[in-house]
C-alpha cells in the first residue's frame, strides 16, 4: 500500500487510473449489460412507460405540467425516480386534495399495477433511486437495537421516540410511523418527501434502513406488546397528565363522593 | 366459671389483653390522655374535604412504592452495556441508571407495576393537592387563623413539583434527560450566578457523571424528609384549629358541627385509604406510564419531539415555549431573556397565589378567626381572582404541550404559541370579568330565592284569566344558609382634615387599600343580602304570590 501511495504523483499515475477506470466500467458493462433476452422486457418496460404517461396526464399533468416539468403548482418531477412515485401514489398523499401546509396521507386510488405504470414513466424522464426490493427492507439480517441509536440519532427530533409523529412549524408535521408499510418507510428516507430530508445511501446505508425498519417494527409495529397496560397513544406527558386527571383524580372525587354521602347520621328526634 | 371474683383476681390477670397492652402502654407513653383528647375530636362531613384525604393518602402510597423501587434502582451514571430481557435495547450503551430502570420494568417480580403506580400515584398527589388548595381558596379557609397552614400547603405543593422533577429525571432516559437539560439552561439563564449554580448542581459541563446520585439523594431524602415535616405540622394545625365547615343552621364560628374522629372518622378515613389505594393500583394495572424502554437511554447528542414535562411542570415548561427568544448582549456577556424572564414569571406566578391571604386580610382589614366556610358566589373578587390565575396556568399548560395540540387538532403550531401569548394576558382578565358576573348573578338568584322562594314549577290560572307560576317559600335552614354570609363594606380614606382643620394628604398605600376594597366590596362587587325587613315586608302577604 505504501509503494502504491509515495508513486501517487507520478506522471503517469493519472493515465494508469483513467486506464483502470475504463477497463472496470467497460468490464462491469460487459457482465450486466442485458443480453438478447432483454428485448422482451424492453417492450414491456416501453408498454408500462406509455400506460404510465396516460395515467399522467389524467391524474398528474395538471400540476406537475404535461412532461413532469413542474408549474407552480407542483415540482418537476424529473430525476425524482420511482421511489418517490411509488411512496407518494401508494401512500394516498398524491394525487393532492388541497394545497395546504402539508399533503396528508390518505385513501390510495391508484392500484399497485397503476403505480408502477406511474413510476415507470416518472422514472423514464430521468435517473432517480427505484422501488426497493423485499430483501432491502425485509427484517432479515437486521439489527432492532442498533436501528433504535440510528432512530433516536436521526429521526426521532421529528417523529417521536417510537415514531408517533410530531408538530413541525406552520402548520407542517412528521407523521406517525405507525401501519406504515416498510417499503414506504424506506422509500421516504431514500427520497425525502415533503419537509423530510432525504437520506441518501451515503448517509444512511441499506443495512442502516433496513435496521430503522426493524426497529419502527418491534416498537411500534401491529403485534408490538406494551408491557405496561394502554399506551395512551404513546404521547408521554402530556396524555399521561390528562389521565391521570381525568380519570385518576376525577375517579377519586366520585369516590370522595360516595364515601362522604354514607356517613352514620343522627336519627332525627 | 367463679360465681364471685375477687377484685384482687381481676387486677391479677383476668382483663382482657387488649386493655392489659393499653395499659402498658399508657404507663410508658401516656396515650390515654392523648387519645382522650383527641379521639372525641369532630370534624364536619364533605366531599370536597377529603381532598387533603387523597393528597396525605397518595403521598403514603409514594412513600411505600419508593420504598421498594430503591432496593433494585442503581444512582450510577457508569455506562454499561443492556444484556437484560427487553430485545430493543440489547447490546446497547446506556448509564447503570437507565439499565436498571429497565430491570425493575422487565426483571424485577412486580417491578412495572410497583415503578407505575408510583408514577401515576405522584401524578395524582399533585393533582389532588392543586384541587385541595383550589377548594381552600374559594372557600375562603385560608383565612385567620389559618394563613400559615395555607403556606405550608403551598410548600408541599412546590416540593412536589420539584420532588416529581428529580424524580423522573432519575432513568436517565431521552425524555427525561430531554428535561434535566432543559433545567440546566433555565439555571445558565441566570445573571451572574446561573453558571456556578450549574457547575456546582452538575459537578461540571452537563451532563456530567453526577446528577443522577444527587437528583437520587434529594429526591428519596431531603425533599420528600422535608414534606413530610411539612405534612404532619399541617396536619397538627388542622387538628389545632379544628376544621372548617359550610355555614348552616347550628353551625357557628364556635362550634364545629360533624362526626367524631373514632370511631366514625377513623373507619371512614382507613377505608378511604384502600379506595384510593385501590383506585390507583387498577389505573397502575390497566395504563402505562412513562414507557422509557422506548424512549431509549439520554445521551446529550439525541432528542425527540414530544418531550414535555410531567403535566405539574407544564406551566413551566409552557412560559418558556411561548416566550420570543430574546436575548441581549453587552460587554462579553448574554442575557438570555428568553428563559430568564418565564424563570421569574415562572416564580411570581407561584408567589401571587402563596400570599393571597395576606393580600386579602390586608384588603379587608379583618382580623377575626374565620371557621365558617364561603360560597365561592358570596366572594366574587376573590373567586374571580382565583379563576383568572387557573385560566393563565391552564392557558400556560396548553403551551407547554403546543406540539401536542398543533398535530392533534390539526392546527399550526406557530398559531397555538401565539394563542397563548395573548392568551396568557387576556384570559385571566376575561375569566375575571366573566366570574364575577356569574357570581353576582348567582347573589341575586340567591337573594331571589330568599324573598320571593323556590319557583315550583306550577302554573295557576286565577279567575280574571291572569296566569301565575307558585313560588314555595324556602325552609328555616335554607333561609338560614343563604343568609348566614356576612359583608364587608369599602374602607373609606379617613378624614382628610384633622381636629385641628389641617389638611392630611392620605398615603398611597392607603389609597391603595381603599381602591382595592372599593373593588372587592363596592356597589359593583356584591349583592346586599336580603334584610329582615324586606324579608317582612314581601311575606307579611299583601297578594304578592
Given at each position: 500500500m505504501k509503494k502504491l501511495s509515495a508513486r501517487r504523483r507520478h506522471p503517469l499515475a493519472a493515465l494508469v487510473v483513467l486506464l483502470l477506470a475504463l477497463a472496470c466500467t467497460g468490464g462491469l458493462y460487459a457482465a450486466f449489460a442485458p443480453a438478447s433476452k432483454a428485448q422482451a422486457d424492453e417492450t414491456a418496460q416501453s408498454l408500462a412507460i406509455d400506460e404510465g404517461k396516460k395515467l399522467y396526464a389524467v391524474g398528474c399533468a395538471s400540476c406537475h405540467g404535461t412532461g413532469g416539468q413542474g408549474t407552480t403548482d407542483g415540482p418537476s418531477l424529473v430525476g425524482v425516480g420511482a421511489a418517490a412515485v411509488d411512496f407518494q401514489v401508494g401512500t394516498g398523499r398524491m394525487p393532492a386534495q388541497q394545497p395546504g401546509a402539508q399533503v396528508p396521507r390518505k385513501k390510495v386510488i391508484y392500484s399497485q399495477a397503476e403505480i408502477d405504470q406511474l413510476a415507470a414513466y416518472i422514472a423514464s424522464l430521468g435517473a432517480g433511486p427505484a422501488v426497493p426490493t423485499k430483501e432491502q427492507y425485509?427484517?432479515?439480517?437486521?439489527?432492532i437495537a442498533n436501528g433504535g441509536a440510528l432512530f433516536r440519532n436521526n429521526c426521532a427530533q421529528c417523529h417521536n421516540f417510537t415514531g408517533k409523529g410530531g408538530a413541525l412549524t406552520h402548520g407542517k408535521y412528521a407523521p406517525g410511523l405507525e401501519g406504515v408499510d416498510p417499503k414506504h418507510i424506506y422509500e421516504a428516507m431514500q427520497t425525502g418527501p415533503q419537509n423530510m430530508p432525504s437520506f441518501p445511501d451515503q448517509t444512511l446505508s441499506e443495512q442502516n434502513k433496513k435496521d430503522i425498519i426493524a426497529y419502527l417494527n418491534a416498537v411500534n409495529g401491529e403485534d408490538t406488546e406494551s408491557p405496561g397496560g394502554l399506551s395512551l397513544g404513546g404521547l408521554g406527558p402530556v396524555s399521561e397528565g390528562l389521565f391521570a386527571w381525568l380519570f385518576g383524580l376525577g375517579g377519586l372525587i366520585v369516590v370522595a363522593v360516595w364515601v362522604a354521602a354514607r356517613t352514620a347520621k343522627a336519627k332525627k328526634s | 366459671m367463679s360465681t364471685a371474683p375477687s377484685t384482687e383476681a381481676r387486677s391479677r390477670g383476668k382483663s382482657p389483653a387488649g386493655e392489659r397492652v393499653a395499659d402498658w402502654a399508657d404507663g410508658r407513653l401516656g396515650i390515654y390522655s392523648l387519645a382522650k383528647a383527641n379521639m372525641r375530636k369532630i370534624f364536619p362531613d364533605h366531599w370536597s374535604f377529603m381532598l387533603g384525604e387523597v393528597c396525605m393518602y397518595s403521598f403514603i402510597i409514594i412513600i411505600l412504592t419508593g420504598v421498594y423501587l430503591t432496593l433494585f434502582f442503581h444512582p450510577s451514571m457508569n455506562e454499561v452495556t443492556y444484556h437484560g430481557s427487553?430485545?430493543?435495547?440489547?447490546g446497547q450503551l446506556m448509564s447503570e441508571a437507565y439499565a436498571s430502570t429497565l430491570d425493575i420494568s422487565f426483571d424485577i417480580r412486580g417491578g412495572l407495576l410497583i415503578r407505575q403506580i408510583h408514577h401515576w400515584a405522584a401524578l395524582i398527589f399533585l393533582a389532588g393537592m392543586f384541587v385541595h388548595m383550589m377548594r381552600v381558596f374559594f372557600t375562603g379557609a385560608f383565612r385567620k387563623p389559618r394563613e400559615v397552614n395555607w403556606l405550608f400547603g403551598f410548600l408541599l405543593f412546590v416540593l412536589g413539583m420539584f420532588t416529581g422533577f428529580t424524580g423522573y429525571s432519575l432513568p436517565d432516559d431521552l425524555l427525561s434527560g430531554t428535561g434535566v437539560r432543559f433545567t440546566q439552561g433555565a439555571i445558565l439563564s441566570v445573571p451572574i450566578v446561573g453558571t456556578y449554580i450549574s457547575m456546582f448542581l452538575f459537578g461540571g459541563e452537563f451532563p456530567g457523571h453526577d446528577f443522577v446520585a444527587r437528583f437520587y439523594s434529594i429526591h428519596i431524602l431531603l425533599l420528600p424528609g422535608i414534606m413530610l415535616g411539612l405534612m404532619v405540622a399541617h396536619l397538627i394545625l388542622v387538628f389545632y384549629h379544628k376544621h372548617t365547615q359550610f355555614a348552616g343552621p347550628g353551625k357557628t364560628n364556635k362550634n364545629v358541627v360533624g362526626m367524631p374522629l373514632m370511631p366514625v372518622y377513623m373507619a371512614k378515613a382507613g377505608g378511604f385509604f384502600f379506595l384510593v389505594f385501590g383506585v390507583i393500583a387498577a389505573i397502575a394495572g390497566i395504563v402505562t406510564i412513562n414507557p422509557i424502554w422506548g424512549i431509549g437511554p439520554y445521551r446529550p447528542d439525541q432528542v425527540g419531539t414530544g418531550a414535555q414535562p410531567d403535566w405539574y411542570m407544564g406551566f413551566a415548561e409552557g412560559l418558556v415555549r411561548a416566550m420570543p427568544g430574546w436575548e441581549v448582549n453587552f460587554w462579553g456577556h448574554t442575557l438570555v431573556l428568553g428563559v430568564f424572564i418565564p424563570l421569574v414569571v415562572f416564580g411570581l406566578f407561584l408567589a401571587v397565589i402563596a400570599l393571597y391571604p395576606f393580600i386579602e386580610s390586608w384588603v379587608t382589614g379583618d382580623k377575626r378567626e374565620h371557621h365558617i366556610l364561603d360560597r365561592p358566589r358570596n366572594a366574587p373578587t376573590r373567586t374571580a381572582v382565583g379563576v383568572a390565575w387557573i385560566t393563565g396556568y391552564l392557558i400556560t399548560l396548553i403551551g407547554g404541550g403546543n406540539d401536542i395540540v398543533a398535530t392533534h387538532f390539526h392546527l399550526s403550531i406557530n398559531a397555538v404559541t401565539w394563542f397563548v401569548r395573548i392568551g396568557f394576558f387576556l384570559g385571566p382578565v376575561l375569566a375575571f370579568v366573566v366570574t364575577k358576573r356569574i357570581c353576582l348573578g348567582l347573589q341575586r338568584r340567591d337573594k331571589e330565592k330568599v324573598l320571593h322562594g323556590r319557583e315550583a314549577g306550577i302554573i295557576k290560572r286565577l279567575p280574571h284569566g291572569e296566569f301565575i307560576e307558585v313560588h314555595e317559600p324556602l325552609s328555616q335552614e335554607q333561609l338560614h344558609t343563604l343568609t348566614a354570609h356576612e359583608q364587608y363594606r369599602p374602607v373609606e380614606i379617613g378624614p382628610t382634615v384633622d381636629e385641628n382643620g389641617v389638611e392630611r394628604k392620605p398615603a398611597v398605600t392607603e389609597k391603595l387599600r381603599a381602591k382595592m376594597s372599593n373593588a372587592y366590596f363596592g356597589e359593583d362587587s356584591q349583592i346586599p343580602k336580603p334584610t329582615v325587613e324586606e324579608y317582612k315586608e314581601i311575606t307579611s302577604g299583601h297578594g304578592h304570590h
Open positions: 425485509g427484517p432479515q439480517g437486521a439489527d | 427487553y430485545v430493543p435495547m440489547q
